[in-house]
């Protein structure tokens, strides 16, 4: 029997494909199941309009078999078969795809405009060639007598005559290669492994896949003990199992799907032990058709603000998955979500592992990306105690998210942001301040501190509280530079009660602090020259009451920021210094300490200067350069 040569671009393109197109060995099982697939929908949808298809839906299969001593693996299914013309046309002829000119045949029909196909590129079957050394393909078409065999070890050629098959379908025989090196294919001659790959790439292949099963079972053998009770023996028999899922839960309707239901495949999926805090369903027509389902997590993994976790969606196209993290189906800022899109439409590339990027995509990404926002903000206002754990989990990711990209996702997130209320004593959306503000009130006040309880205890709140204006406490590093880059909401600025003017004075107020500094420069001056390079600046506080000294910053650089870059190890982030100002209560007896011994005694005042530095730098939750030299200070004074 003579072989015939593929066509000379056949031959590239298949020794092309086995080297380059796949990046997975594994992935060959897929398309070869998702062939069968498409040969049971052609056969199946033949039998809608003919009547001598003895065949009912329920008797359509995919059946693997595996063989650890012959290393083989054969995947057979009951569809259509094909004819020897099929075989040249389809097998002969690489990148010509049978199941795409059917597809195309039956919507000009109008027989079938939603007949979904798996295999369009015509590629798939050689995937084959990526762990086999021979592949055998035994089929019968449906409406003839004849069976073939189709027959290749690769870019050598191809052999084609006739065999014998009892009905109609498609037997593909794989011949696994021996291991080399670093390539080892014995781990696909093991049916668990077989099972796992059906399980992660065809779980949702509409036809049940089955594999031969031994079960056991006790059987009576006719006789009797001694107490007159039946004698059973145990005795195995070979039944098929059904691996598969078939139908996914997000092609169920949602009034189908329980809340148990979501939560278990959720958690199955992800690994994670709490349910979801939501989930969201979407079955999308329109300019382009998808199913998805998203979860938004409780509990962040512990590897999410590392470089090991791996953000995206499940990608399935017509249930078969394409890619198990795709990351350009949802923004970056809602990295944190789970779930799957499921989508005809998809533009995947010939391998069908990768998409490519095409105004589908960008569609796709869009809407799911308001449908996350909407739920948030549902959950927020509808369920906040749901939302509060959400937020505790991922508060930081949707502010480093706002921050990014010269703040790109700023409208989108800021309604998401929550902070602490010095009046509710809890976490309250940016929203609820501005409702609550008084009419007078023209700021929104706020303090970044490194936890509540230092928030609480900060001299330079005093004012604010005695009008009973409300302050949110901001705890987390990245808090100074969302609100930097918010500036403002909804036209109200925000106001650092540490830096900013309060807008709390009269003009005569003003006028009489002026006053005073004017009063008080020689021993301003005399401080910030004790000082030294510690600080740029010495003056009297226009915010202090009760309280002797606070420590400021001015420019781009706040004290907050400060601390956030002296952690890093990078040494261009650990020299970024704020500009540090050194603020007094004029109306304090320990100014006017200071200005006593300023008059009387230098020494002393020098001594007074370092010690109210290091009170302020304390308050401000900074460390001490020299404990000792402060601790001996303050002894000093007794």
Known sequence: MAKKQFKTESKRILDLMINSIYTHPEIFLREIISNASDAIDKLCYQSLTDDKVDMQRSDFKIKLGVSEEDRIISVSDNGIGMTKEDLENNLGIIAKSGSLKFKNEMEKSGEASDLDIIGQFGVGFYSAFMVSDRVTVITKAYGSDTAYKWESSGTDGYTIEEWHRDSVGTDVIMHIKDDVEESEYTRFLNEMSIGQLVKKYSDFIRWPIVMDAVEAEEVETGALDEDGNPITKQVTKVVEQVINSMVPIWQRSKDEVTKE????????????????????????????????????????????????????????CNGVMIMERCKDVIPDCFRFVRGVVDSPDFPLNISRETLQHGRQLKIISNNLEKKIKNELRRLMDEEPENYEKFYDAFSAQLKYALVANQGEKKELLTDLLMFYSSKEKELVPLREYKEKMPEEQKLIYYVCTDSIARAESLPQAEQIRDKGYEILYMTEDVDDFVIRRLEEYEGIKFCNITNDDLGLETDEEKSEIEKKQEENKELLDFIKDTLGDSVVDVRI?????????????????????????????????????????????????????IKEAFENDKEKAAKLSKILLAQGILIAGLPLEDAAEYAELVCELF
């Open 541 to 593: 506080s226009r915010k202090l009451k009760s309280h002797p000294v606070y420590l400021t910053s001015e420019g781009d650089i706040s004290i907050e920021m400060e601390k956030y870059f002296s952690v890093m190890k990078n040494e261009m982030a650990q020299s970024i210094k704020a500009k540090r100002v050194l603020e007094l209560n004029s109306e304090h007896h320990a100014f006017k300490s």
């Open 261 to 316: 239901e979501s939560d278990e495949f959720y958690q199955n999926i992800y690994y994670d032990y709490e349910p979801p805090v939501s989930t969201i369903r979407v079955n999308a027509e329109g300019q382009v058709a998808y199913k998805a389902m998203i979860f938004i997590p409780g509990r962040a993994p512990t590897n999410f603000f590392s470089d090991q976790f791996e953000p995206g969606l499940q990608l399935y």
